[in-house]
């Protein structure tokens, strides 16, 4: 583009990119293809806001696509217009312990569950592991790299991440107040 920088060039691509996501289109009520790989369901209305694909793709798909990744946000059409939800809305459980294909022959369900994260504070769906392979509660937690706020019976946990990310950002802060 003659006479713009690659700065403004970006900015323009970026601004473009973020109206994209944000359209709801005329024709967004209306069932549209799953555009995953083999899959023929016309009933795709969600597409993941933190993913790098930013297709609509059913339910279903999303939820398999999504089962080691489970903390993702989705914008989702339903009842007329667009919400930004979590995947515990359309059916997501974490299963601990046990791999989504090896699922707990007696899992503890707990349906609100705090997770932090460095994004934000998700609500979900936990399944915990009933049938002694994985411990106590706690250590199941744990497993899944998550730190449990309690020890007794924990429905809030802290993910790695977030800790990691906290505790250099606290040491990072100490070092400057130290220099100063
Ligand atoms: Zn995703
Ligand atoms: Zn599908
Ligand atoms: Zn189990």
New binding site residues.
């Given amino acids: 583009m003659p006479g713009m920088d690659l700065g403004e060039f970006l900015q323009d691509l970026l601004c473009e990119a973020v109206l994209e996501l944000n359209d709801q289109g005329p024709d967004t009520d209306v069932p549209r293809q799953c555009t995953q790989r083999d899959c023929t369901s016309p009933l795709a209305y969600s597409r993941c806001l933190d993913c790098h694909a930013a297709e609509f793709i059913c339910d279903n798909c999303m939820l398999q696509s999504h089962a080691h990744i489970p903390l993702h946000q989705i914008q989702r059409y339903h009842n007329g217009r667009f919400s930004t939800v979590g995947l515990k809305n359309i059916g997501m459980r974490i299963a601990l312990?046990?791999l989504p294909c090896d699922p707990?022959?007696?899992?503890v369900p707990e349906n609100h569950f705090i997770i932090v994260d460095t994004d934000r504070a998700h609500n979900v769906a936990i399944d915990f592991?009933?049938?002694?392979?994985?411990g106590t509660r706690a250590e199941q937690l744990v497993a899944a790299r998550l730190y449990p706020c309690s020890y007794e019976r924990p429905r809030a946990a802290i993910s790695f991440r977030m800790a990691i990310t906290a505790s250099g950002r606290r040491s990072r802060s100490s070092s400057r107040a130290s220099s100063d």
């Fill in positions: 312990t046990h707990c022959p007696i899992p592991c009933g049938c002694g392979k994985g």
